[in-house]
C-alpha cells in the first residue's frame, strides 16, 4: 500500500483546491518556514480520524479550517482526500481486490464530520478499521514527528507495548475481542 496523493481544499492554509502527488517510494516536501509542510502531514492524519485538536495543533477541530487572510474571506468547510494504491493488497479484508483505495473527510463550521471510503459515505469507524495493523492510522507509527523518538525512549511499558502490538499486527485482533466483549 503507498500513499499517491493527497487532495486538500480549505484545510489550514490550502484554501484552493490542490492535489499534491507522491509519485515515487521516496518524495520530500520541502518550502521555506510557514509553507505548510506540516500541514499536509496534519491532513494525513486528520483524514484518518484524528480527534484531538491539539495533535493537529489548534485549539478546537475547526480550527483546521482555512479561517481568511488579508486578501481571502474564511470559508466554510474542510475537506481532504488520500488515495492509496492497494495493488499489494495492503489494506486486507473486504479492500484487498481494490487496487485503488480513497478516503475523505470533511468537517463543516458546525463541527460536523462526514467520512468517505471509495466515494460512499462511510462511519469514523470504518476508516479506521481498514489500516489497523497497517501502521497506518491517526496515532500510529507511520508518521514520526519531532519529539516522538524521545517520546518512545521515555514512554512506560504499557505504552511501549502498544506501539510493539500495532507493528506486530495484534492490535487488530484485540480491538475486535474488545469488541466482541462489550457485546
Ligand atoms: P516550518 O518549516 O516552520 O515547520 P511549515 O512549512 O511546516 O513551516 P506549517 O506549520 O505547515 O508550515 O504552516 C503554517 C502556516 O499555516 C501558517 O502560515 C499559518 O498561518 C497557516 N495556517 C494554519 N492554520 C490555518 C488556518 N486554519 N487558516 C489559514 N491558515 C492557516
Ligand atoms: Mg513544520
Known sequence: ???????LAGFKS???????????NM?????PNGCGKSNVIDAVRWVMGESSAKNLRGESMTDVIFNGSVNRQ?????????????HDGGVGGEYA???????RRSVSREGQSEYFLNGTKC???????IFLGTGLGPRSYAIIEQGMISRLIESKPEELRIFIEEAAGISKYKER????ESR
Open 177 to 180: 475481542r474488545k469488541e466482541t
Open 123 to 129: 462511519r469514523r469507524r470504518d476508516i479506521t478499521d
Open 97 to 103: 481486490s481494490y487496487a485503488e483505495i480513497s478516503i
Open 74 to 86: 474564511p470559508v466554510g468547510q474542510a475537506s481532504i482526500e488520500l488515495v492509496f494504491d492497494n
Open 1 to 7: 500500500m503507498r500513499l499517491k496523493s493527497i487532495k
Open 27 to 31: 518524495c520530500a516536501v520541502v518550502g
Open 14 to 24: 490550502f484554501v484552493d483546491p490542490t492535489t499534491v502527488n507522491f509519485p515515487s
